[in-house]
């Protein structure tokens, strides 16, 4: 089985940028589907930002679409999560999540294996 880990969070003004990685301890990620999700203290875990391998699609919650951006660089192993123009509302921990098949799925119990997830704060 693989096990996503997260790196990169940290303490961001507003319109900053910030690029979070996950990798897959144990095994590759291969052709698993691997989503970013969030939660803010207080809130439900919510979909951020999902990517396939098998042909490069992606998806985006409509808060992020157009500030932040899912990819993959295979030969390190990693999927990223590039945010752009963040806003203090982007404020959370921040997961990232692999589930065996190649749909793009934006619920939390379609995903199987999770990181322990990277704080992102975003102060104003």
């Known amino acids: 089985q693989v096990q996503p880990v997260e790196s990169g969070g940290g303490l961001v003004q507003a319109g900053g940028s910030l690029r979070l990685s996950c990798a897959a301890s144990g095994r590759t990620f291969g052709n698993y589907a691997v989503g970013w999700f969030r939660q803010a203290p207080g809130k439900e875990r919510e979909f951020v930002a999902a990517?396939?391998?098998?042909?490069?699609?992606?998806d985006y919650a409509d808060s992020v679409k157009g500030r932040f951006t899912i990819f993959r660089d295979n030969a390190k192993n990693l999927v990223y999560l590039q945010m752009n123009s963040l806003k203090p509302e982007d404020t959370a921990v921040y997961y990232c999540a692999a589930r065996g098949g190649t749909q793009l799925r934006r619920t939390v119990s379609d995903y199987e294996y999770w990181g322990q997830g990277t704080q992102v704060t975003v102060s104003s």
């Open positions: 990517f396939r391998r098998i042909d490069g699609s992606t």
